[in-house]
């Protein structure tokens, strides 16, 4: 599993700084950002005044345990909540070690420290279930052919790259007639069919190579979109596929044909999110009342299926409104897409997305809320948060530790 996180290490030592770019070198961290500055603890402090703090600190300091707590609490000050401290210092004693354990640092390692010691202090700390990048599955389905779904899809996942914090991988599970691969203008040689027919021989690594890239935050796994050698999806082959996609991004888009096939109904059973796509009219306000009984059912209370309506357009009297929906459904329609064919049309036939085309259509920003609605995250300004690192407050926990102290005299 290579991590994909960033890091900053404020290193003391040649010794330190050769095993850290050493580390960086290995596949583990092939993924990850990872800066070296010099200076140690101390160059942290006014780095961050001017910087975010990156996912990892590593940090060395070469003075006594009263220092490098003082440090540290100051470091805290300006830390993001979610940022975690691994300190790397010359005193063998277990007592620093379980304070500043107790203080929210992840690990404490004594120099010298080898490049095998950095991975595998990364490993641990980043191979917490909890911590571990899992991917949050959106499974796109239009309750209809033709709707619009894998458009709507596509951008999405686009609106995620572009207007959140977060990366997205588009998988394209139509594999004769998909068109992701049109869509974002890629001529993949590797495709989800190839990763169907050989479900055995996959691995993290080789799914990552059949991942086209547009850009560090947006890849497709696109269909081969041929008729002929057709390879059949089978669902324990797609799940574990998915499960892989799923630890390479924040969020998987996942593009579902418009056939009723069980994998198709267990893949909206299970996604994180199941987006129902309409057209506003009966035969389309039918099947998403189906289908949103079924899968309210099937995907329980508290994880309704979303409902999105595809190709508004308020000066056509014939369409079915939102509200009809509501009524039909039980669900709120998310977002209204607005119908432009001019729009949709040339970007399609360019392999771009609507917000290339025009970013300041009102169809992009309801693809754009629609992102943010299905949980990508605004890009945070400088954190300033008091010191929460790791889920835990590094100053509280280090006012806790200070007061230990003096009381012990
Ligand atoms: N909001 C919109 N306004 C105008 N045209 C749109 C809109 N959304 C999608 N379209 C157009 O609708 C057509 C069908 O889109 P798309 O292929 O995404 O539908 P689909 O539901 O995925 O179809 P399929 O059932 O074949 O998978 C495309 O030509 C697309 O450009
Ligand atoms: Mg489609």
């Not at 790397?88 to 070690?97: A, E, F």
Request: glycine content about 6%.
């Amino acid at each position: 599993m290579s991590h994909k996180i960033t890091i900053e290490a404020f290193t003391l030592s040649a010794a330190t700084k050769a095993a850290v770019e050493e580390a960086c070198r290995d596949r583990r961290l092939s993924r990850s950002q990872v800066s070296v500055i010099e200076g140690g603890l101390s160059a942290a402090l006014p780095y961050y005044n001017v910087n975010h703090t990156p996912n990892l600190i590593i940090a060395e300091e070469a003075s006594d345990d009263a220092t490098i707590l003082e440090q540290l609490e100051k470091l805290a000050e300006v830390c993001d909540p979610t940022t975690k401290v691994v300190v790397i210092g010359q005193v063998n004693d277990i007592r620093l070690y379980r304070t500043l354990i107790q203080a929210g640092v992840s690990e404490y390692l004594m120099a010298p420290i080898s490049a095998r010691q950095v991975l595998d202090t990364v490993d641990s700390i980043y191979s917490d279930p909890g911590m571990k990048t899992r991917g949050k599955i959106l499974a796109f389905f239009g309750v209809r052919g033709g709707v619009g779904s894998s458009t709507v899809a596509y951008n999405t996942a686009w609106a995620i790259s572009r207007f959140s914090s977060d990366d997205v991988i588009v998988v394209d599970t139509d594999i004769a007639f998909g068109t992701a691969g049109l869509a974002f203008n890629q001529d993949p040689k590797q495709t989800l069919a190839d990763a169907l027919s050989n479900p055995e021989r996959l691995d993290a690594s080789l799914v990552e190579r059949f991942v086209s890239r547009i850009d560090d935050r947006l890849g497709v796994l696109a269909a081969p979109a041929v008729v002929r050698g057709f390879t059949p999806v089978e669902p324990e082959a797609l799940e574990k596929i998915l499960e892989m996609v799923r630890g390479l991004a924040n969020f998987v888009v996942l593009d579902l044909p418009h056939v009723w096939l069980p994998w198709v109904q267990e893949c909206l059973v299970t996604a994180d999110e199941a987006v129902l796509v309409a057209y506003p009219d009966l035969a389309n306000l039918r099947e998403a009342k189906n289908l949103a009984e079924l899968l309210g059912e099937l995907r329980g209370e508290g994880s309704k299926p979303k409902l999105l309506l595809n190709r508004v357009d308020s000066t056509r009297k014939t369409q079915l409104t939102a509200k009809d929906f509501q009524e039909a459904t039980g669900l709120e329609p998310l977002q209204l897409v607005a119908n432009d064919r001019a729009l949709f049309e040339t970007a399609a036939n360019n392999g771009q997305m609507a917000g290339e085309v025009n970013p300041n259509h009102k169809a992009v920003d309801s693809l754009k809320a629609l992102a943010l609605a299905l949980g990508a995250r605004v890009p945070q300004s400088k954190a300033r948060n008091p010191g929460a690192l790791g889920g835990q407050s590094l100053q509280e926990n280090l006012n806790r530790v200070w007061q230990y102290l003096i009381k012990k005299g």
